[in-house]
T-cell receptor
Framework: EPEVTQTPSHQVTQMGQEVILRCVPI?????FYWYRQILGQKVEFLVS????????KSEIFDDQFSVERPDGSNFTLKIRSTKLEDSAMYFC??????????????FGPGTRLTVL | AQSVSQHNHHVILSEAASLELGCNYS??????LFWYVQYPGQHLQLLLK??????LVKGIKGFEAEFIKSKFSFNLRKPSVQWSDTAEYFC?????????????FGKGTHLIIQP
């Protein structure tokens, strides 16, 4: 069964450093998403992406964050200058469509980001 | 903006007991509703979803949920739980219609099934 994959599984970085989290969505999916889950808190939506541009973003997704689909398979989340409070599990998801029966979002296993 | 409320944060049941996990949402428009499960050490997986039609939806592993529009609820049920159902359960909602609308999740319910 096709899966969303994410790399790395765990990333440790120093405060102020840039990190890039990578995702490979399911191949025939058109909609891509990033979420985060701070330890002990709920999963929060960050951004959605369709047709090579941001479709929607939450108030968490400020200027420190950016997303890109650099080629036909990868979908990346960049945090320009990490802060301690960016420590969280980051999940990538993809869906075939945005509405109707095929709007199910398939989630990757997550990248645990630790900012020291 | 949507919000989702899950009433039970921790639930402990014995095997073969019946399960009902509560979920209420707040949103003024038409919604899609989901229950996701996260087994220990694994990623989020979809249990079931409602987008239109029959408000009683059946999912994988014997789970079902009923959408009651008048109560803004989408409670998850299973008549007889197994030890392997131990997991974190998340209710989620997004706006129906076009656009890549992100999911709004509840805080989750940690379910422990005792043998």
């Amino acid at each position: 069964e096709p899966e969303v994959t994410q790399t790395p599984s765990h990333q440790v970085t120093q405060m102020g450093q840039e990190v890039i989290l990578r995702c490979v969505p399911i191949s025939n999916h058109l909609y891509f998403y990033w979420y985060r889950q701070i330890l002990g808190q709920k999963v929060e939506f960050l951004v959605s992406f369709y047709n090579n541009e941001i479709s929607e973003k939450s108030e968490i997704f400020d200027d420190q964050f950016s997303v890109e689909r650099p080629d036909g398979s990868n979908f990346t989340l960049k945090i320009r200058s990490t802060k301690l409070e960016d420590s969280a599990m980051y999940f990538c998801a993809s869906s075939q469509s945005s509405g109707g029966f095929y709007n199910e979002q398939f989630f990757g296993p997550g990248t645990r980001l630790t900012v020291l | 903006a949507q919000s989702v409320s899950q009433h039970n944060h921790h639930v402990i049941l014995s095997e073969a007991a019946s399960l009902e996990l509560g979920c209420n949402y707040s949103y003024g428009g038409t919604v899609n509703l989901f229950w996701y499960v996260q087994y220990p050490g694994q990623h989020l997986q979809l249990l079931l979803k409602y987008f239109s039609g029959d408000p009683l939806v059946k999912g994988i592993k014997g789970f079902e949920a009923e959408f009651i529009k008048s109560k803004f609820s989408f409670n998850l049920r299973k008549p007889s739980v197994q030890w392997s159902d131990t997991a974190e359960y998340f209710c989620a909602v997004n706006a129906a219609g076009g656009g890549a609308d992100g999911l709004t999740f509840g805080k989750g319910t940690h379910l422990i099934i005792q043998p």
